[in-house]
């Protein structure tokens, strides 16, 4: 029987949505005879009964903070770097898989790292300055629904540097924010954009992916399902 572990870090933050939407997704991707279960991640323990995790949103120095306090940070960089086993971060889940992070007080913040980005946190400002868009992710293009992607900024980081990435993987730019000229001919608000280039909301290098919004905050699951079929077709 095949089967497969995905653990959500569970320390803070949405864990409990991604579960959900793990399950809706495995439930429309898996046949019934497909052992499929998504559990929470507490403890090296749990750590280590999972082919693949899942790092939600919330506060990444929170997470990071208990992740040490409770000596889930280095199992977690082994899992990513070491092993690299599957991982997904969202937003502060996305931070903390980062080697640099912008906008964090020196000393302020352990990392598990492991994507080679530099990313600024809180790039659009604060939590007034949270917004919800719709996205083009161009990788979902498999996934039976063309429609845009409800993308849900709040807080959100962004991927300001790609650095060099030695001799792992390349770093793969998988979405970008539509710039102005693009927003502006779809009739979306001018507010959120604050450059012309583009700002990177999705990266993949090897095992890694991160993406800067929440789609644990929507009822859309073709991300979750996306993942989990490059995470069978890794194992
Ligand atoms: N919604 C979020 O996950 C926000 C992330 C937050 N800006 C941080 O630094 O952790």
Redesign the pocket.
Known sequence: MMALTVGVLALQ??FIEHIELLNKAASSIFSQDFAFEAVEVRTAQELARCDALVI????????SFVAQQSGLLEPLRDFVKVQKKPVWG????L?LLCDEAN??KKGGQALIGGLSVRVH??HFGRQME?FATPVDLPFLAGEGNSEQFPGIF????VVEEVLPHGDGPEVEVLARLANRVERAKAGLSLAVTKGDAGDIIAVRQGSIMGTSF?PELTSDARIHSWWLKQVIRGL
């Open positions: 933050g949405g939600p949103g919330g506060e990444s120095t929170t997470i969202t937003c502060a889940g931070i906008g964090t946190r809180n949270s709040i807080r959100a980081p929440h």
